[in-house]
């Protein structure tokens, strides 16, 4: 084929447009998670606020909610960036487990913190979110914002849709999350907007402890 020119010295190959060359990137980074993950024997994803700094209770709470997973045999995932993200890697790999981030690639933050022994770089979220959910054994939602959510509820809608298998979505801090839960239920069930039961799907917590409770009973009973 003939190599034509593009402006800002860019080249494509004659009838290949620039949604093709996408689908090239999309698949290897389906093909670099799925390699380094698809090792994993069990493993939670952890979610919250890159803002949130060392010192703060909920990095703390993050950090320990880590390590216990970790002692009970757990791998550990993150988005691999900073505030909880940074201190849920940093608890696994300081309690000798493995620590995985996955980074994406933002043009004003998020990047990748120090403490992940296993580091995947992402260009697309929806790449990204398949790892988070394809080896997650639960999610672990600590406060953040509209990123948290969006996982948050992207998990719930496929556990909803069965695209999935049911598995626990833990939220840490009743004062941040307590309005949500309510509102869930006075909202969304009583106007049948979700079913009876799917209210339940959210278990909100105060403890690290508490957290890792549900999820190994969880997993005893499959």
Known sequence: MKMKSRSKSKYMLEGITDDSWRMFRIIHEFVDGFEELGKLKKAVSIFGSAREKPGHPFYGAAEKTAALMVKKGYAVITGGGGGIMEAANKGAAEAGGISVGCNIELPYEQRPNSYANIKIGFRYFFA?????????????????????????????????????????????????????????????????YISPGDEKMLRVVDTPEEIVKIVAAHRTKK
């Open 128 to 192: 990204r979110k398949v790892m988070f959910v394809k080896y997650a054994s639960a999610f672990i939602v600590f406060p953040g914002g509209y990123g948290t959510l969006d996982e948050l509820f992207e998990s719930s809608t496929l556990i909803q849709t069965e695209k999935i298998k049911p598995f626990p979505i833990v939220l840490y801090g009743k004062d941040f999350w307590g309005g949500l839960e309510k509102w869930v239920r006075e909202k969304l069930l009583t106007s049948g």
